[in-house]
């Protein structure tokens, strides 16, 4: 049950941002409300101000400029999921968004709702990070920060209370590139999910990135790994290493989903399988 | 329409599916009484505490709270309740004895006022050591949660019931031969032990109730599996003669055991009188969960053949997790006890299961219990022996069975069931004996659930003047189908269309008597008392023929809605009209079902055995260990199916709920307290955990005590798929003495079997 | 027609609700399952795990499947609403509601608006899908009485009834 709240529609993101700066703890961004509204339900947050930034015209966009995918803090999972201009420069970004939660909530959830909530079982946010993305925050000016940086903790995030997150920027992946991510649920939300991405270059993988998702308080990056494949020719042998490196030194939690060291032996297996996908994405031959 | 097809064995649309596939279907959450107020309960954060103090005038004095119940409001009441053991009181009165215990309700304008008000309320509580295990219930030192003599319910049915030791709630035992005997001098002995988790049964509808207190007495609307006992119930509570007692149940949203008994109807009663004005009382899942679950287990069992791979005996002890009050616990610990020697040809059996109670949500009915809970043990075991012996398991099974005729438990009904002929059909199904791929392992699984309940039904039927037909019973449809079901069997005996008869939902004002909706119960009991009542009707329409022509019954027959003699008919309207002398008037068939009458067969328990056989091939990835169900097989052996259809339906609905059941669905509790407590975290099966395939096999052998020589169905699949499933994976060496079988318990155990984990395998590592 | 009455942080919005335009004065907490359950007397949809996980209470925003449960009847301002009720509305039924009934996809009933409101969506979209489309569709729509087998056939003999008339001659 909802208890009594005001809805605010700011016209830009100026005056969403001076609304909750002026309401502070008080008030939240209100988007797709597939997080939000259930957290509210049950009692576990209230706000009196709810600033719904779909009043705010320009922020569900997904378009392709100067080398890099722009997509709105406002696209839901299913713009995403469909969108042409995905599909064809960062198709990882589309089969991720076809997999979170269920239907109804890919109609409404919007991507940014997604990452500002930072609930540690996320499948976007590990793709994001793996993905090198940029996210753009604005208050009275704009930021931009690279998604390593935005999630702080479980449901933190470096967002400052008055800043929108307004769009996410994506490098489009060039001829070379392939990305894949790779999931285990067993519950509505994933258990553990690794996202890699390989730049090829000649044979060689110029340089890589594993992101591990779910299982820690954050996405976090797995640099061992990628520096064990930096420079080298895709390998089985080599992958199973680095899968291994990137499972053993990742940081897991113990919770429902599973115990640490069951979900650390996931992880491996994910991110062999992801480096394998996302090599044969790039046209690599892996041998 | 002519009528020369019969009806029974017929595939008849289901006579609700127009209401509710236009929304039209109206269940008691969408029911609105006039001046009605909206109730919320106010649930104890403790396992285990004194209630010190209460204070609500807080929450009476907001605008818009029109009541607010506490224990205080039921002083003069003897407030406690259960159908088999009274030790639950309407609401708590100085202690809670679960996390999750109604401790006061509020009645409001509307529900946003009333959630307001539960957080105005102020309870004092203090803690009290809580025995939240079933070890620690049962640990010598333990807290006990229930003292003073045993009040037994309305309906225990269970014989002469007394106090038991410490939290014992029911201790049910069984023996034959001299098992230790048996045991020192067998070939082949395996020996394990097991635990089953709770199991939430999810019925999407939660409980919801409506009470109305009027000059006439109390009227309850509520989606409850058992009218008639939840109105002694209450009549009970409340000192009211039974006929001042209405309780009217609209469409249910499902219950498979979870709304049998009585469960928030009294607290909503008890809101309502306070407040002077009706309430509806609706739970959210959350609550749900906290009302009933299946009972978690943990058993010990053995068993011997000799080395050739004859059956002996078998021994075994059962302790199921009761929760905080009995509920159907007892029930549920005899029907286990029942289950656990499954239908082998024993030498030596010897079987105790015990009722505990623990500081836990109380635990009760759910679809299949007690087979559920030992079909899988017994079977894995069977499967250890043939293993042991060299022996096929369907091969072992064949030698061992019980046949027709024999007795499965002294002085309970012989077996009515073609076992060898049933597991033969569901092996053939799952492709045994056939070529497997890598990873894959295929398991059969026989049992026996004791089904039927109390051989108590009765219907009415009421032929009106113009021909057509009210039906009047009270089993509740909760999508099982029994409306169908008895339209089919009133039109076949009366010889009218199905549209022309029409079935009432029950009102325990005008729907006559039936015990219960439940253990596959309906169809075999309350059909035969809906075939009673339209013989009946049948029998004075020919009377009234026979009276206009002279002619005696044998001489006449029905056909279309008349009584025909050779080429001349009288339509029913005809004998109506007749029979009256004017235009009006109605024909009222009676039927029952009685232990004494019927086949003869009712006297002895249960009133039929009904089948859990099932078949399951399953593959296995080794680096998840996800179990991947392949193929399933069911059978339902059903006597005579009098709508395939519904039969295949429920046969469906049960596999899934078993597959769920074996695969992950489990309550886990900290301290008492529940902490998957929503579907977020408790993970009820979607289409993605459907297997590839699923065969349910029909069985006709006429051979159960309902009309047509019917028996009922829809439990035994949910018995039977776990042990199947169980047993496919024993077929790859991983044993498995715990459900669920999670990914991660099965990645321990496939490490066990030595097993490779660390194979990259199929990119499918995520189905969901 | 109108429903509820204004009072101090209540919000008139306009919407349309299965084809009919409607008037509502709403809090902003309020959420659209409530509304149109207890103020527009359309009950068809159901209210049952509360977490957008179950879809019993699924209904179609400008045609697009939402968990009513966790939405704001703020959000329907200006927009399209359409509920089981609305499907069949000079009580023709729909061909998925016939589908449903002709193969027993019915037993409690309680999923039943919820899962053919979400099919429909996808015959929307496809015409005539596969076994394997429809499960996929489905996949977020929850059904304990029947295993899904029956609701899954008769998606996709109502997908195949459509195509074939729609298709030209």
């Keep these: 049950m909802l208890r009594p ?35 509210m339900k049950e009692g576990l947050a209230h706000f009196r101000h709810l600033v719904n930034i779909k009043t705010i015209p320009g922020l569900d966009g997904i378009r392709h400029e100067r080398g890099r995918v722009q997509i709105g803090a406002l696209a839901t999972h299913r713009q995403i999921e469909r969108s042409p201009v995905v599909l064809a420069q960062a198709p990882v970004l589309a089969q991720v968004a076809a997999r979170v939660a269920n239907l109804r909530v890919r109609n409404v959830g919007t991507l940014g709702g997604n990452l500002c909530f930072a609930e540690p079982h996320s499948d976007p946010a590990a793709v994001l990070l793996a993905c090198g993305a940029t996210l753009v925050l604005a208050h009275a000016g704009e930021r931009r920060l690279p998604a390593d940086a935005f999630f702080t903790g479980i449901l933190q995030t470096a967002r400052m209370p008055d800043e929108i997150l307004v769009g996410v920027e994506v490098p489009a992946f060039g001829p070379g590139t392939g990305a894949a991510y790779e999931r285990f649920a067993t519950h509505e939300r994933p258990t553990a999910g690794v996202a890699a991405v390989l730049m090829m270059d000649e044979g060689v993988i110029a340089s890589a990135r594993i992101v591990i998702g779910s299982v820690g308080p954050v996405p976090a990056r797995a640099p061992e790994a990628e520096a064990m494949l930096a420079g080298q020719r895709p390998d089985p042998r080599l992958f199973r290493a680095a899968a291994e490196t990137a499972g053993r030194r990742a940081e897991i939690l113990e919770d429902l989903y599973g115990s640490a060291d069951y979900k650390r032996h996931i992880v491996m297996m994910l991110a062999a399988r992801a480096l394998h996908a996302a090599a044969a994405q790039a046209g690599a031959r892996v041998n | 329409m002519s009528m020369t097809r019969p009806i029974v064995g017929s595939p008849l649309r289901r006579v609700d599916a127009a209401e509710k596939v236009t929304g039209a279907a109206r269940y008691t959450g969408d029911l609105v009484v006039p001046g009605m107020l909206y109730g919320r309960v106010l649930r104890s954060p403790h396992a285990h505490a004194r209630i010190a103090r209460i204070d609500a005038a807080a929450a009476e004095r907001l605008p818009g709270v029109r009541a607010v119940l506490t224990g205080r409001d039921l002083e003069g ?374 089904a039927g309940a109390n051989p108590v039904s009765t219907a009415a039927m009421r032929l009106q003047a113009d021909g057509t037909a009210v039906l009047l019973v009270s089993t509740t449809e909760l999508g099982q189908g029994s409306r169908t079901v008895f339209t089919q069997i009133a039109a076949e005996e009366l010889a009218l269309p199905p549209d022309r008869i029409r079935v009432m939902g029950p009102d325990t004002h005008f729907t006559p008597y039936d015990r219960s909706t439940g253990a596959s119960r309906s169809t075999t009991l309350a059909g035969k008392a809906v075939q009673h009542a339209a013989v009946d009707l049948r029998e004075q329409l020919l009377d009234i023929a026979g009276g206009i022509w002279g002619l005696p019954r044998a001489a006449l027959s029905v056909r279309d809605g008349a009584v025909w003699h050779e080429t001349e008919a009288l339509s029913y309207p005809d004998l109506i009209r007749r029979h009256f002398g004017m235009v009006g008037g109605e024909l009222i068939g009676h039927g029952e079902v009685r232990p004494q009458r019927g086949t003869g067969s009712y006297a002895e328990g249960p009133v039929f055995w009904e089948v859990c056989v099932g078949g399951a091939e399953v593959q296995v990835d080794p680096s998840t260990g996800r179990v991947h169900v392949r193929r399933l097989a069911s059978v339902a052996d059903v006597g005579k199916a009098i709508n395939p259809q519904l039969v295949e339906a429920q046969d469906e609905g049960a596999t899934l709920q078993g597959l769920g059941n074996a695969l992950f669905e489990e309550m886990l509790f900290e301290n008492g307290h529940l902490v998957n407590a929503s579907l977020l975290e408790y993970h009820v099966p979607t289409t993605s955990d459907m297997p590839d395939e699923f065969h349910s096999i029909i069985v006709e052998n006429a051979d159960g005590p309902g009309p047509y020589g019917a028996k009922g169905v829809g439990e035994g699949a949910l018995a039977a798929v776990p042990a199947a499933i169980v047993n496919a994976l024993a077929d790859l060496g991983v044993e498995m003495r715990e459900l669920p079988l999670t990914p991660e318990r099965v990645w321990r155990r496939l490490q066990d079997a030595g097993i490779r984990t660390g194979e990259i395998r199929s990119p499918e590592i995520d189905r969901r | 027609m109108e429903a509820g009455a204004p009072s101090p942080g209540r919000v008139r919005i306009a919407l349309t609700v299965n084809g009919r335009p409607v008037e509502v004065w709403i809090e902003p907490r309020e959420l659209l399952l409530d509304v149109l359950r207890d103020r527009l007397g359309l009950t068809g949809a159901k209210r049952s795990c509360d977490v957008q996980v179950c879809g019993a209470c699924t209904v179609l925003l400008d045609g697009q499947a939402v968990s009513a449960c966790c939405t704001l009847a703020y959000e329907a301002r200006g927009r399209r609403v359409l509920t089981i009720e609305g499907l069949a509305p000079d009580g023709r039924l729909h061909p998925l509601q016939e589908a449903f009934i002709e193969h027993a996809a019915v037993q409690c009933g309680f999923c039943t608006p919820g899962m053919i409101l979400t099919a429909a969506t996808l015959l929307d979209q496809v015409p005539a899908p596969t076994f394997e489309q429809v499960k996929a569709h489905l996949q977020g729509t929850l059904c304990r009485c029947t295993g899904y087998w029956k609701i899954i056939e008769a998606v996709v003999a109502a997908g195949r009834r459509m195509a074939s008339v729609e298709a030209p001659r």
């Design chain 1, 5 to 39: 709240f005001e809805i605010h529609e700011p016209a830009t993101v100026q005056e969403g941002s001076r609304l909750l700066a002026h309401y502070g703890e008080d008030s939240s961004v209100y988007a797709g409300g597939t997080e939000l509204i259930p957290v």
């Design chain 2, 77 to 450: 009441l003897d407030a406690y309740y259960g159908h088999a053991i009274k030790d639950r009181p309407i609401i708590a009165l100085d202690r809670v004895r679960f996390a999750g215990e109604p401790v006061a309700a509020v009645a409001a304008d509307d529900e946003a006022t009333a959630e307001e008000a539960l957080l105005a309320i102020v309870v004092e509580y203090e803690a009290l050591p809580a025995a939240t295990t079933l070890d620690a219930a049962l640990a010598g030192d333990a807290p006990r949660l229930h003292e003073g003599p045993l009040r037994p319910g309305l309906f225990h049915g269970l014989g002469e019931l007394r106090r038991e030791e410490g939290n014992i709630c029911y201790h049910y035992r069984f023996a034959r031969g001299d098992p230790d005997r048996a045991f020192a001098d067998a070939g082949v002995v395996v020996d394990g032990e097991y635990t089953f988790p709770a199991v939430y049964q999810y019925a999407m509808e939660p409980h919801t109730v409506i009470a109305q207190w009027g000059s006439d007495g109390l009227t309850v609307w509520a989606c409850c599996q058992h009218p008639y006992l939840v109105r002694a119930e209450l009549a009970d509570l409340f000192r009211l003669p039974l006929s001042s007692v209405r309780i009217i149940v609209p469409y249910i949203g499902g219950g498979f055991g979870s709304k049998s008994y009585t469960k928030m109807e009294p607290v909503t009663a008890a809101l309502a009188r306070k407040a002077g004005r009706p309430v509806r009382i609706a739970n959210r899942i959350v609550e749900a969960m906290v009302t009933t679950r299946r009972h978690n287990m943990k058993c010990w069992m053995r068993t011997c053949s000799t080395r050739d791979g004859v059956v002996v005996a078998r021994q075994c002890r059962i302790w199921l997790d009761t929760g905080a009050y009995a509920d159907n616990g007892p029930r549920v610990a005899a029907t286990a006890g029942d289950a656990a020697p499954g239908p082998y040809r024993w030498r030596a059996v010897d079987v105790d299961a015990w009722a505990v109670y623990t500081n836990t949500p109380p635990a009760g009915s759910y679809r299949a219990f007690g087979a559920a809970h030992l079909s899988w043990i017994g079977e894995s075991q069977i499967d250890a022996l043939a293993r042991k012996t060299g022996l096929d398991p369907v091969e072992f099974r064949r030698r061992n069975l019980l046949r027709p005729g024999e007795e499965v438990r002294p002085g309970g009904k012989p077996l009515d069931a073609d076992l060898v002929g049933d597991v033969t059909k569901v092996a053939a199904a799952i492709g045994w004996g056939t070529p497997k791929a890598p990873l894959v392992g295929r398991g059969v699984s026989v049992g026996l659930l004791a």
